[in-house]
């Protein structure tokens, strides 16, 4: 994505200028096997997806279908067995380490259950830490707007331990904002949350893609929340098996029940 007004440092991964496709994920016959031979688990099985710049997509499906791995893969964070990944119009398959490190710190954003901040960092700390990681000025006048476009302006002095749940994750998400992703991934942001802070949380993801041109891919089993996304792609054994476009949390929720309880007979079937 980029922020309007916010001005990108020229690096070596900055978008590639011929890049007009205005795609933000692309993924080609994206394939991820664990172990070999008899034994071997294809935990995706040849994944086909194009999300273009300033969409918000979730992706669901029964435990076990590949969410973690879709995700990881997409993201830059576990190689394919096969297949290609782009990231921004980048070929990130078959980069080197270092660079693919570069890359999700300057261009990706990261959002997790878990919050992932450091606690003996302040707010403003953890915010401007990717860029901080990448070898990038402190900008300090860019954290404040972030964390002001998160709601938190006046919390930049604050530790984590000092702001409730919902205020940690929307730290996260202004971390995630902070160096003007390409894509923010998002892995289950609200499953530690109450129901009444996780809409906050997801109001604020929503927000970003609708006010500032995010992108947002986001894994999640909670039809509630999947029903923030303009689309929700449903995996199942490793294979997209549909998708939903401005579904309401009912619909999720009996497309997944559906899902699940076919995936389930055909794990019995198996066994
Ligand atoms: P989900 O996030 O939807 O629950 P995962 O992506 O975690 O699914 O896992 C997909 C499949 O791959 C599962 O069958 C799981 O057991 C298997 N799997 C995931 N990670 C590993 C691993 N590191 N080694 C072996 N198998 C794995
Ligand atoms: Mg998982």
């Known amino acids: 994505m980029r922020l309007r007004g916010n001005r990108r ?3 070596d991964d900055r978008p590639d200028p011929q890049d007009t496709s205005g795609l933000a994920v692309e993924l080609r016959g994206v394939r991820r096997q664990y172990g070999r031979g008899k034994g071997a688990v294809h935990a995706l099985g040849g994944i086909d997806l194009v999300l273009s710049r300033g969409t918000f997509t979730a992706v669901m499906g029964p435990s076990g279908s590949g969410k973690s791995t879709f995700l990881q893969c997409a993201a830059g964070l576990d190689r394919p067995s096969a297949g290609s ?8 398959t078959g980069m080197r380490e270092n660079r ?4 999700r710190r300057s261009r990706l954003g990261f959002v997790f259950q878990a919050f992932n901040l450091l606690p003996s960092l302040t707010v ?5 830490l990717p860029m901080r990681l990448a070898g990038q000025r402190r900008d300090r006048r860019r954290a404040a707007q972030v964390l002001a476009q998160v709601g938190l302006a006046d919390k930049a002095g604050r530790r984590p331990g000092e702001l409730s749940g919902g205020q940690q994750q929307r730290v996260a998400i202004a971390r995630a904002l ?3 992703p390409d894509v923010i991934f998002a892995d289950e942001p ?9 809409a906050e949380v997801l109001g604020l993801l929503r927000h970003a893609v609708d006010t500032l041109g995010a992108t947002v891919v ?10 923030w996304a303009d689309r929700v792609l449903f995996l199942a054994d490793g294979v997209f098996a549909g998708g939903l476009d401005r579904g309401s949390p009912e619909r999720i929720a009996a497309r997944m029940a559906a899902l699940t309880s076919r995936t389930g007979a055909m794990a019995r079937a198996a066994a």
């Open 178 to 180: 902070v160096a003007g």
């Open 190 to 198: 609200t499953g530690a949350l109450d129901s009444t802070t996780a």
């Open 9 to 11: 440092r020229k690096t």
């Open 218 to 227: 986001m894994v999640t089993h909670d039809p509630a929340a999947a029903a």
């Open 100 to 103: 693919l490190t570069e890359l």
């Open 85 to 92: 990944v782009r990231l921004g119009g980048t070929e990130i």
């Open 124 to 128: 403003e700390e953890n915010v401007l």
